[in-house]
């Protein structure tokens, strides 16, 4: 089993910055590529980043690239989520997730592909 638990999510006004951390424990967790995920209220939940087990690649969806940056530190077991030039459509809950991965630069965007979940980070931002 792998435990993630985010934090630094809050409210901001448009045009700030949050950075949301994600910290694990449990299995190993430079065996995993790690994503962020977030859920807008009456939304489905949608693939926000994610990051390859060595950190050697890096995947964004077209709405939060040159905003958004995702990195991890191996040595502390923790993913991270810098978060620049908030718009109000960025709010949502944050979700980080595992993915087992046999490959230092495999990422996927894809739910079903990540064994694990965090319990979520509220995000808000209001314009």
């Known amino acids: 089993q792998v435990q993630l638990i985010e934090s630094g999510g809050g409210l901001v006004q448009a045009g700030g910055s949050l950075r949301l951390s994600c910290a694990a424990s449990g299995h190993t967790f430079s065996n995993y590529a790690m994503g962020w995920f977030r859920q807008a209220p009456g939304k489905e939940r949608e693939f926000v980043t994610a990051?390859?087990?060595?950190?050697?690649?890096?995947y964004y969806t077209n709405s939060v690239k040159g905003r958004f940056t995702i990195s991890r530190d191996n040595a502390k077991n923790t993913v991270y989520l810098q978060m620049n030039s908030l718009k109000p459509e960025d709010t949502a809950v944050y979700y980080c997730a595992a993915d087992y991965s046999r490959s230092d630069y495999y990422t996927s965007q894809r739910m079903d592909d990540y064994d694990y979940w965090g319990q979520g980070t509220q995000v808000t931002v209001s314009s």
């Open positions: 990051i390859s087990r060595s950190a050697g690649k890096t």
